[in-house]
């Protein structure tokens, strides 16, 4: 994966605030049970 660093193998981390993590997670959630969902109508477990 070259990215930003020009493809030279440095590792760069990611930065993000905790604040930042949590809203991709909750997102992240969503978009996963909004899945879910769609695919099981009625709410029924798989």
């Not at 991709?24 to 959630?29: E, F, G, Q, T």
């Amino acid at each position: 994966m070259s990215g930003q660093n020009g493809g030279r193998g440095r590792r760069v981390g990611i930065c993000m605030t905790q604040v930042e993590l949590t809203a991709l997670i909750n997102h992240r959630v969503a978009e996963a049970l909004a899945t879910y969902q769609a695919a099981h109508p009625g709410g029924q477990p798989a």
